[in-house]
């Protein structure tokens, strides 16, 4: 996944909470003072921005198809139930690890 981040987000000495708490502290500081002069400046940091790579993009898709499915197949469900209860369900062994090492390699 590419992210691309632009500006900083934090002074050095803001603890990495932004420039708005330190903001807020000097305008506080200002009034309480009680000298009435000249409000602090606030300096504007630039604007972060993220981009999300085209596989992100695609999981995104799926996922929201995927909302609409229903979660359980009540139907396969008790089928599977059936034939493990009468013992004529039986494990393809090699098509388990065939369809393990195709979803391994969507994350290569």
Do not use: W
Request: proline residues 5%; charged residues 25%.
């Amino acid at each position: 996944m590419a992210i691309d981040l632009i500006g900083p987000s934090s002074t050095p000495n803001s603890g990495g909470r932004g420039n708005k708490v330190n903001n807020e502290q000097q305008s506080t500081t200002g009034k309480a003072g009680g000298s009435g002069g000249a409000q602090p400046s606030v300096n504007q940091a630039p604007v972060d921005t993220v981009k999300i790579s085209e596989a992100a993009l695609a999981a995104q898709n799926v996922a929201k198809e995927l909302k609409s499915e229903p979660e359980v197949n009540s139907d396969r469900v008790a089928e599977l139930k059936a034939a493990i209860d009468s013992g004529e369900y039986k494990v393809n062994a090699e098509r388990v690890a065939d369809r393990m090492l195709a979803f391994e390699d969507l994350f290569r």
